[in-house]
């Protein structure tokens, strides 16, 4: 249990995410759309506020390939 409490997690970075996404000229709720989900929930991934990261990998996987 000490182990788990004590050990650090690394936790992906977001700050690529929006930059990216405004440079393809996405909107957040074409990106919303896509996903199924509101677009409050992709502004605030984005801001590092909230955190998902399955929905942050297929996110950042998704506006590559855009």
């Not at 996404?21 to 909107?27: H, M, S, Y």
């Not at 991934?45 to 996987?61: C, H, M, V």
Request: charged share 20%; with cysteine.
């Amino acid at each position: 249990m000490f182990r788990c409490l004590t050990t650090t997690v690394t936790i992906p970075g977001t700050a690529d995410l929006r930059p990216l996404r405004q440079a393809k000229n996405i909107t957040l709720t074409a990106v919303a759309q896509h996903f199924g989900v509101w677009p409050t929930t992709i502004s605030r991934i984005e801001r590092g506020l909230s955190r998902d990261d399955d929905l942050t990998y297929a996110y950042r996987n998704w506006l590559q390939a855009a």
